[in-house]
């Protein structure tokens, strides 16, 4: 008799959890819409959510703690999700996964922005879900016993199985829009259906062709890209900014030989998309699910062509600097494998002035330049700034900054605008600096300034309304004197335009 009701415990149990599932994924924004949900992702869920059942339950006998355990951590996605859509106008997806490590190992640039106080409430409720489920529930005798609870679970498994093939096998196509997909087909399925699309490679080849070595050293330019952090023109967001917040941009844009709006594959963050694109030359609706996070197929195997390989091949020394944690996205292993003979990251600004929680620019350019006075020979040196990295609002308006960066105090709760021009200040500083440095550079040099998303200011967009996801970029080189039309342009295209500008077109297919 025992048997037989922990037999149908599982049933019951799993049951009332798969209902409590849909009501928490209405939490979820944008919310699924589940009558328009395809069968095939019905199937989805039910056997993902069925096979993490069975698992807990397997493993502790307890199938309402499985059950509360289960809807624990699916809350806790939904959370995570949203928080994202709220700052990055994206939903949770599976090529997010690093999120949970990093949020452990640089918790300054995840926690902030999911809510202490929601963060402290998901792991609140899954404490006490797990307390709850070892003191007031109790695995029942026998429960290996083919006719009491192994047994209900292990036709479960079977019917999770089950319902995961067929799910998979006639699921229906993806937009790979997260948003869409994931009103669509809700978020258990689309977590599915990412994580199998992402293990096939991509299938598509980068502008950059195998080199061949017919310039001499002395006729190879320095080249220096710089993409700066959250680095976009907000003047046109308040008409308070002072006019002269980007002088020196504007000065590089009046000499450059391209400038204009750069679309990039971000919107304030995931800054690897927009350095992918540029330093590979690939489209993002090329890359298909690997738009999402470049760096994992890397890892897994694919080698493509980047720009950092190409001009090693001509005999150019490859260098980065990023004055962060180097393993933050595994760049510590995805750079050597793009082509960088060297990583600078945060280990070589020890005692490096801060601006703000994160080196300085000022640091990183004094960086740069000791780079370009040791130069042997033709240098590429790619740049990836911090200082403007948020999260803004964990920062502090100071009693000058008003009368310093606008004409026209903002509006109450803008202080992220405040703190953000502030850095920005400091980054067209560096323009200037960098650009005086480079003009008595003793050898050509071509210089490609670009920003790789606009910053998150959820309070300030709300007032004056958010930029699409676009940023400045310019391209100049010293010596020359051109003046180009402002051009709009794509970030998988920017390296390409740059090598043209400094005779280097015939290395590109």
Same mark, same amino acid.
């Given at each position: ?123 609140? $409720?899954? *404490?006490?879900?797990?307390?709850? =489920? #070892?003191? @007031? ?5 026998? %429960?290996? +016993? &083919?006719?009491?609870?192994?047994? $209900?679970? *292990?036709?479960?498994?079977?019917? =999770? #199985?089950? @319902? ?5 096998? %006639?699921? +229906? &196509? ?13 978020? #258990? ?321």
């Amino acid at each position: 008799m025992a048997d037989k009701a922990a037999f149908l415990a599982v049933f019951y149990v799993a049951f009332a959890g798969l209902i409590l599932s849909f009501c928490i994924e209405r939490l979820l924004r944008p919310s699924p819409v589940l009558a328009a949900r395809p069968f095939s992702a019905w199937r989805l869920h039910g056997g993902l959510w069925t096979l993490a059942f069975c698992v807990l339950v397997l493993a502790t006998g307890r199938p309402w703690f499985a059950a509360a355990g289960v809807s624990a951590i699916l809350l806790l996605l939904v959370l995570v999700s949203n928080a994202k859509f709220k700052s990055l106008r994206e939903p949770f997806v599976w090529q997010d996964y690093w999120y949970f490590s990093h949020a452990l190992r640089y918790p300054r640039l995840y926690l902030p922005f999911l809510g202490w106080g929601r963060g402290m409430a998901a792991a609140l $409720g899954l *404490l006490l879900a797990v307390l709850s =489920g #070892l003191v @007031l529930e109790h695995a029942p005798t026998g %429960r290996f +016993s &083919p006719t009491g609870q192994t047994g $209900g679970v *292990l036709i479960l498994i079977a019917a =999770g #199985l089950l @319902l995961l093939s067929v799910g998979e096998r %006639r699921s +229906s &196509p993806l937009t790979l829009e997260a948003d869409r997909d994931l009103v669509n087909h809700g978020l #258990l399925a689309c977590l599915w259906r990412y994580a199998i699309a992402g293990r096939k490679p991509p299938r598509v080849t980068g502008p950059f062709a195998a080199s061949i070595r017919s310039e001499t050293d002395a006729s190879l330019p320095d080249l220096i890209a710089v993409q700066s952090e959250s680095f976009f023109d907000p003047r046109p967001l308040f008409a308070g900014i002072r006019g002269d917040a980007l002088a020196e941009f504007d000065r590089l844009k009046d000499a450059s030989m391209a400038h204009g709006r750069l679309k990039v594959p971000a919107w304030g963050a995931n800054t690897v998309r927009t350095e992918f694109a540029f330093l590979s030359g690939l489209n993002e609706d090329d890359l298909g699910i690997h738009r999402f996070n470049p760096y994992l197929p890397i890892l897994a195997g694919w080698r493509p062509r980047a720009l950092p390989l190409l001009l090693k091949d001509l005999g150019y020394r490859t260098v980065c600097i990023h004055p962060y944690h180097s393993g933050f996205y595994r760049r510590n292993r995805v750079y050597p494998l793009l082509g960088f003979d060297e990583f600078l990251d945060i280990r070589a600004f020890a005692g490096a002035e801060r601006r703000g929680p994160y080196v300085s620019d000022a640091a990183v350019m004094a960086k740069l330049e000791g780079l370009l006075d040791r130069a042997g020979g033709p240098l590429f040196v790619f740049v990836i700034t911090m200082e403007n990295h948020g999260p803004l609002h964990l920062e502090k308006v100071r009693g000058a900054d008003l009368a310093d960066l606008f004409t026209t105090p903002p509006p109450s709760g803008c202080d992220d605008l405040t703190i953000y021009l502030r850095h920005l200040r400091n980054a067209d500083r560096m323009i200037g600096a960098l650009r005086q440095r480079l003009d008595r550079h003793h050898r050509p040099a071509g210089l490609c300034w670009f920003g790789d998303h606009v910053p998150i200011m959820p309070g300030v967009y709300a007032r004056f309304g958010a930029p699409p996801p676009e940023v400045e970029y310019a391209i100049w080189v010293n010596g020359d004197v051109s003046r180009a039309p402002e051009q709009t342009r794509r970030a998988h295209e920017l390296a390409t335009c740059w090598l043209g500008a400094v005779n280097l077109a015939h290395l590109v297919r």
